[in-house]
């Protein structure tokens, strides 16, 4: 989203489709937690290593009079 400033030394990641979230959707009771899978799959070529990646995960909160929408950043170093 507009604004959001990711931690020092990190750029976005050149492909979002490198980082799934299962499950898709969560239905979770009042007052709980779940927790998804996060799942990265970076191609191996020489351009991505030793870089750092920032990912945004939104998270939307349904079947509320005003909807809700959550941000988490999800931060990845790319091994040498």
């Known amino acids: 989203?507009?604004?959001?400033?990711?931690?020092?030394?990190y750029e976005l990641a050149p492909d979002l489709s490198w980082l799934t979230v299962?499950?898709?959707?969560?239905?979770?009771?009042a007052?709980?937690?779940?927790?998804?899978k996060l799942r990265l799959e970076v191609p191996n070529k020489p351009e991505y290593?030793?870089?750092?990646?920032a990912f945004v995960v939104q998270?939307?909160?349904?079947g509320r009079e005003?909807?809700?929408?959550?941000?988490s950043r999800v931060y990845v170093n790319i091994a040498q």
Do not use: C, N, Q
């Not at 299962?22 to 009771?29: A, D, F, N």
């Not at 007052?31 to 998804?36: E, M």
């Not at 290593?49 to 990646?53: D, E, I, S």
């Not at 005003?66 to 941000?71: D, M, Q, S």
């Open 49 to 53: 290593r030793g870089k750092r990646y």
């Open 22 to 29: 299962t499950p898709g959707t969560l239905k979770v009771p």
């Open 59 to 62: 998270a939307t909160l349904t």
């Open 1 to 9: 989203p507009e604004g959001l400033i990711l931690a020092s030394g």
């Open 66 to 71: 005003i909807p809700v929408e959550i941000y």
């Open 31 to 36: 007052d709980s937690i779940k927790s998804a």
